[in-house]
């Protein structure tokens, strides 16, 4: 029985026994569920180990096409969750803490973008992954930080183009690509904050320190940057470059999977302008707890629903995504 203040807050906080073996017991319900809990790089470590696939955004959706999961646990944020659900709807799809949110997709209001592509009409719509299911409806195509330029590169020069709603993300790729794409003036808070300053301090202090940078970060961090990329970009960078340091420009819980991958060499998290805190985190990212996965697992709850009129209209440029993907060998 799901109780009314948990309904409330949209997540369980119930108390966990003491003497408790969470990861082991969380492992044994999966096992028993057949669920598959899948984590973001941006969530916090102990998830990530805990996690049976960890991923970036495009990474996420394509686990969640091919799983034979019957429940899906989702840590990351809400739109994760939708899409993994508009992708695998007879699933039982669950998040930690529905709060789970997003700066991005939030700049974004479905019914105002939908306004103004009807202010654009003839363009084609394209619209990152990081959008609420109802965003999605409006567009043609999906894209993640993974793929934006390759899909942007396959559609004919003369197309044009809606690109919402990371302002920054598109700024990057028009300069690539040399389109003039209409932009949406959306942004990830997180990515918003990094300090050109604060950075070239960094560097000043290892100087042999290669930077880091994701395409949602403003022009300024990116111009001084050693290397652009997806968060997966950056991780296989991090790991192939001869270079033994490098400062990330991106949420800070990349650095538990660099760590990981490649323990012999520095990586330091850039920070943010606003603040003294050495690293720049997602507050969103990490409302996803251990203790909250475990009774999420425990009750089967939240659950992300997504109303089949919507899922069957934001479906299409979710497959297109995976579609030219899968095309282009992504």
């Known amino acids: ?15 966990i026994p003491e003497k408790t073996d969470i990861k082991a017991e969380i492992r044994r319900m999966c096992q028993e569920k057949n669920a598959l809990i899948m984590a973001h790089y941006y969530t916090e470590g102990v998830i990530q180990e805990l996690a049976d ?3 970036d955004s495009l990474a996420l959706a394509q686990k969640a096409a091919t799983t034979d999961a019957d429940i899906i646990v989702m840590c990351g944020v809400h739109f994760m969750g939708e899409t993994n659900k508009i992708l695998c709807p007879e699933k039982t799809v669950l998040i930690p803490d529905l709060n789970a949110s997003c700066s991005l997709a939030e700049s974004c209001p479905a019914d105002e973008f939908e306004q103004f592509v009807k ?3 003839g363009h084609t719509v394209i619209s990152y992954v990081n959008t609420t299911a109802g965003t999605k409806a409006v567009t043609d195509v999906v894209v993640t930080s993974s793929n934006a330029k390759q899909i942007v590169d396959a559609l004919p020069k003369d197309t ?16 690539l690509t040399g389109r003039k794409m209409v932009l949406w003036n959306g942004a990830c808070h997180v990515h918003e904050k990094f300090s050109v300053e604060k950075i070239l301090q960094l560097k000043k202090e290892h100087p042999t320190a290669k930077i880091l940078a994701h395409p949602e970060c403003k022009g300024p961090v990116i111009n001084i940057a050693d290397k652009v990329g997806s968060t997966a970009a950056l991780l296989k960078y991090s790991i192939v470059d001869e270079a033994q340091e490098f400062i990330v420009a991106t949420e800070s819980g990349i650095l538990n999977e660099m760590k990981k991958s490649a323990p012999q060499k ?12 050495a690293c720049n985190e997602c507050n969103y990212m990490k409302l996803i707890t251990l203790s909250k996965l475990y009774n999420c697992l425990k009750y089967e709850w939240p659950t992300i629903e997504v109303q089949p009129e919507l899922a069957r209209k934001a479906i299409k440029p979710i497959h297109k995504m995976l579609e030219i993907s899968k095309q282009l060998g992504l």
């Open 119 to 121: 202010a654009h009409p």
């Open 1 to 15: 029985m799901i109780e009314k203040k948990w309904l409330e807050q949209g997540f369980i906080d119930e108390p």
């Open 266 to 277: 520095t990586f330091i998290p850039a920070p943010p302008d606003d603040s003294t805190c």
């Open 160 to 175: 044009p183009i809606i690109f919402g709603p990371d302002w920054n993300l598109g700024n990057y790729i028009n300069g």
């Open 53 to 55: 696939f960890v991923g």
